[in-house]
Structures are given as C-alpha cells and as structure tokens.
C-alpha cells in the first residue's frame, strides 16, 4: 500500500509571477524540461475529468493540443490571464485549461492537473488559497439500505509479536497476545471505555501458533507455519509461540471483564504442503473442542474467528484459501452446534491487497464467510506546509474502500465489508512513522477512516492496534492513552449513547471540497423513525468534522435540516500543545488519564444548534445534535 512520492511535500512553482500547486498521480509523465523551481505535489485526483479522445472546446474548457508532457501542459498557462486549472491526460495527451474557478477534485488514473495557489486569481480551496470564510453543511439523504455501521465498531486488535522477535520485538515490549498483562488496570479500564468492540487477535505470527492441547510446544520448534519443505506463514514455518489453555481463557476471560468481542485469528497454515494443498486441521479442532466446553461467560465474549492473515497467493492459493474456509465454517458450526451453543461466524481473508479476490471469492460458499475483510494501511506522512496530512493521500482510504465494496458486492453478495486492521502506516511505522504515530498527527487519519469509510458500505474498522508498537492507542510501556485513543472512545460513546448503537452513515455536502483539508461525516440512527422514513436526518444526529488545514481557521455553518435540533453537544479536539504532540485537548482541557474515564457526555460544550461554530487550525470537532 505504501507509495512515497505521492505523500511527499514540496514548495509550490512559480509561473509568471504567480503559483501554482501541480496536482499530480504517480505515473510516467513524458519528456520535458522541468518547469522552473518545479516541485511535484503528488494526489490521487485530478480537478476535471478527462474529455475523452476528441479535443473539441466545451463549455467550461478549451482544448490546447496534444502536448508531449504534463510539464508542458503546464507551461501553456504561463502568462495567460484566463488560465486557473489546467488538465493533462496520459492517455490522450490532450492539454485542457478549465475557464473559471471551479477546484472540484476527483479521482481518476492517468490524469495531472495543476491550479493557481496564490495571487489574487488563485483558486479558493487550491494549495495555500484562502477559502472563503464560511463553509456550508448540508445533508445528503438517508440511505434507506447499505453505510450501516457495525455496532463494534470501530474495533481493535492485539498482535502475537514477541519482544524478542529480530525483525519488531524492540517496538512491541511486552504487549504480545501471549505475555501481555491484561490484569492491569489502565488496560482493564480502557479497554472497558470501548465496550461492545470487537477484539481482533491476529497479526502475522498468528499463522505460526500452536495450539498446545497435548504433547510439548516450544517456539523455534515444530512445522505450525506450514511444513518440512514449505513455508506458508509470514514469520516462517516453525513454531511462533504457543497458545496454552490458559492463556485461552484467560484472553476470553479478559474480554468479558471489559466488554470486548474477540475474533480470534486461526492458524491457516498448519500442515500445508504447497500453495495449493488443504491444510491439517487437527489443531484447530482441538482447540474448538476445547473452547465450546468453557463456561457461558468466557464463551459470550468469542463473537468469531478468523483464517489466516496476509498470506493470499503468498502462502496460499486464493481458490484454495476459500475451500478450506468452507471446510472450517462447517467444522465450527457442527463443533458448537453439537455443543447446543450459538454458532460463531467465520472471518476472512484479512488481506491486504485485492488481486486475489476475483479468484477467491466466487469459490466461497454462499454464509461461509460472514465478513469478507482487508487491511489498509495508506502510509500518509506529516511535512507538508499546508495541511497535518495531505487530503490526497487520505482520500485512497476511500479509494480502496470503494474497490472492495464493488469486488464483494458483484462477487460474494449479502456479506459485511470490514476493514480488518489498520493504522497510518505499516510495520508500527518503521523507522519513519514511529515518530508521529503516536502522536495527534495521526488522528487526522483516524477520524478520516472511520468517518469515510461507512460510506461505502465498509461496516467496521479495527485498529492496530489496542497497545503495542508505535500504533497502538495505548502507550505499550505506561498503558496510558494516546491522542487517537480519545478519537475512538468519542466515535463509540456517541454511537452507543446518543444513537443507541444502530447507526448509518449519512453524506454530506459542503460548499468548498474537502481537497481544501476540512471535511464532514454524519450518522443517523436507524431506529429514528422519522429519518429512516422521509429519507431526511433528524435528531439524534452525530456529525464529525476535521480541519486539516496548519494555519486557517474554518467558520462552518451547520445542515439546516439540523437548526430545529433542540441543543447541540460539541467536543473539539485541538492539539496539546502542538499536533507532533501525544497530548491532546478536549474543549480546551488537556485530557490526563488518572486511572478512569469522565462520561464523554461531560465534557461537552451546549451550543445554538443552527449557530455556525469555529473549527481552530489542526482540529476535530465531534458533534451530537439532540432531539
């Protein structure tokens, strides 16, 4: 998922005594000489759509030529006075200069466009163009089906990495499924703030674990991650670690206390041969044998499990992934079945790319898999001079959600979308991400995710992860909470208390695209007769927006549809002091845990409803519009 040249910052180009700021996505761009003090900007967007194969004039653009290079599509604006937005199509060559104003990015491969940035003609919302002062929300209708929001999410994850592993053991500490100290009471009283999400427990080790149900485990030993003559599993074909009974139950016991759902992650490696070979499945049934004779507690917080992580056409052969799948939900459902138990779903394939899927998907049975899932990580960094991350690069959480919306909807239809893992960046940020992962920058990310996401029919998000490495929402070492700890608690307090955890996820309008760094998300809840029939959102409405913007200030006036809402709750999210920090402010108070959590209700602020508010530089505003 990583593509560092189109989250890097740069200055802008000076072309005839103005700027513009080259928007551009990440493929061949021809010969030419480089325009001077050119420095690329890379998006995922382009501000008009390509006109097709005819270069003909249309009514908002006028069609230069056929030009060797976006550089020299460029150049053709230099020193023309009508000239705001120009478009270069790679796959046509065409050069396009656009006649107003309009900055209306979208995305679309194969095309750069470039607009003016400053001067008095700049293009409001380009680059470093002020906005206008005031940005209008409006509600876009209720979808009467689909964006319906898991009520577990956003969730969490928790990571079989070991302290001692050569590769990441010196970013995880202690923080491992097999070692972490769950009886502590930072964690207990956290994890409790996120009652009623699931817990994933997984990551890449998990297709190395051992269950230990008879004879000797040692980690280093055995065949768990495969066999003899192939590795299947990411961390290889020995022994990672090895699940005791107890420890099984102490997870289960652990999730219960607090109020987690845990998937647990199968091994989907055990025994396999070859990419195209089934695996063993002898340890999984000792391991589902054993669980459904656990006591009726500990077995209400196992909402599931999962088969395998990441290991599509590397470890596995796609098709033949899903026909184990289909093997292991009958083994499941018979095992608890038997039990007298309610049967657990079946994950999968926690992936995180999409080429396998075609070939994947049509071998599943039909309710094999009740949540086709992926992982994201979109690797946007901090260093641009407009915004905490560039909208760009967050706008492909979005791209590849779209994508896999459309492959399980054509392919494996009636099935749940999750997002299974993910955070900003890879590997708990390498050398690079670990600095600001941490840290409020990241929540810019967060807050986008989860609100985005929704919207096309990805129903659940989970983090990587609950604590460990450089991603985690807790501190791995004081178990203290970071800034985007605070984003989750906010997104599931409001979703469970003010919408009663039946949420949809409703789009918004906005007078200035959110390319310029301010963007909207709103949920409706579905028991609200009144919005799930006329189609319009009415209290309770939450909405969350977020200023990405360094040093500009938003003045945003609220949806009309919600001026009537009896008051307002509003929580703004500011950095503490500044958003390299991994301190962060909640209505101007510096947020200390000490042991509890506040109800999130109490720090709110009461405002007029249809009273447009300030969103400071660098800020996130949650806001709950009650009946």
Request: aromatic share 10%.
């Amino acid at each position: 998922l990583a593509s560092a040249n189109r989250t890097m910052a740069s200055s802008p180009v000076v072309l005839a005594a103005v700027v513009l700021a080259i928007v551009v996505l990440p493929v061949p761009l021809g010969s030419a000489s480089p325009l001077v003090n050119n420095s690329w900007r890379t998006f995922n967007v382009n501000a008009v759509p390509d006109c097709g194969s005819l270069c003909v004039a249309l009514p908002k653009e006028v069609c230069v030529g056929s030009l060797d290079s976006a550089d020299a599509c460029a150049a053709t604006c230099e020193g023309k006075p009508d000239c705001f937005v120009w478009t270069w199509s790679q796959h046509t060559h065409h050069c396009w200069h656009r006649k107003d104003k309009q900055w209306n990015p979208t995305q679309q491969d194969g095309i750069v466009s470039g607009c003016l940035a400053t001067g008095v003609d700049c293009v409001p919302g380009c680059g470093s163009c002020e906005l206008s002062n005031n940005i209008t929300l409006q509600l876009g209708p209720v979808p009467s089906s689909g964006n319906r929001v898991n009520a577990m999410s956003p969730a969490v994850t928790l990571d079989w990495w070991v302290h001692d592993d050569a590769k990441y053991g010196y970013q995880w500490g202690n923080a491992s499924i097999l070692v972490l100290d769950l009886n502590n009471s930072n964690l207990i009283a956290l994890a409790t703030g996120l009652k009623g999400a699931v817990l994933r427990l997984g990551g890449s080790p998990l297709d190395s674990i051992e269950y230990q149900f008879d004879g000797d485990c040692a980690r280093g030993s055995g065949t768990a991650g495969g066999s003899e003559h192939f590795t299947c599993s990411q961390t290889g074909k020995s022994n990672y670690g090895c699940l005791t009974p107890l420890r099984w139950r102490q997870l289960l016991q652990f999730a219960h206390t607090t109020g987690l759902k845990i998937v647990f992650g199968l091994n989907a490696c055990n025994g396999r041969t070859s990419r195209t070979s089934s695996m063993n499945f002898t340890n999984i049934e000792q391991l589902l044998n054993f669980t459904v004779t656990l006591p009726a507690e500990e077995l209400d917080a196992l909402h599931g499990f999962e088969f395998g992580n990441e290991i599509l056409d590397t470890g596995v052969d796609a098709a033949q992934w899903a026909r184990d799948a289909n093997l292991l939900a009958g083994l499941i459902n018979r095992t608890f079945a038997a039990a007298g138990l309610t049967v657990r779903p079946l994950i999968g394939p926690d992936h995180d790319h999409f080429e396998a899927w075609p070939a994947m998907l049509p071998a599943l049975k039909p309710g094999s898999v009740k949540a086709v899932t992926y992982h994201q990580y979109p690797q946007c960094v901090p260093g641009d001079p407009e915004f905490v991350l560039e909208p760009s690069c967050l706008t492909l959480l979005d791209k590849e959600a779209q994508e896999a919306a459309e492959l399980v909807q054509n392919r494996y239809p009636g099935a749940e979308i999750w997002d299974g893992e993910s955070a900003d960046h890879t590997a708990s940020g390498g050398d690079f991400g670990h600095a600001f992962l941490p840290t409020f920058i990241s929540s810019f990310f967060y807050t986008w995710q989860l609100g985005a996401l929704p919207l096309y029919n990805v129903s659940l998000a989970a983090r990587q992860c609950l604590i460990g490495g450089n991603y985690g929402l807790l501190n791995k070492t004081t178990f203290e909470p970071n800034p985007d700890y605070y984003v989750a608690w906010g997104f599931r307090s409001l979703f469970t208390k003010m919408l009663g955890g039946s949420v949809v996820a409703v789009p918004v309008n906005a007078s200035v695209s959110y390319m310029s760094g301010v963007r909207s998300f709103a949920f409706a809840s579905t028991s609200s007769t009144s919005s799930m029939s006329s189609g319009v959102a009415a209290p309770p409405v939450v909405m969350v927006t977020v200023n990405l913007r360094l040093t500009a200030a938003g003045h945003v006036s609220p949806p009309m549809e919600l001026s009537t809402a009896g008051r307002r709750l509003s929580w703004q999210f500011t950095a503490a002091p500044t958003v390299g920090s991994t301190s962060v402010a909640i209505n101007g108070k510096v947020m200390a845990f000490a042991g509890s959590l506040p109800a999130f209700t109490d720090l709110a602020v009461t405002e007029d409803p249809s009273a447009a508010y300030v969103m400071q530089p660098s800020s996130i505003v949650f806001h709950a519009y009650m009946p």
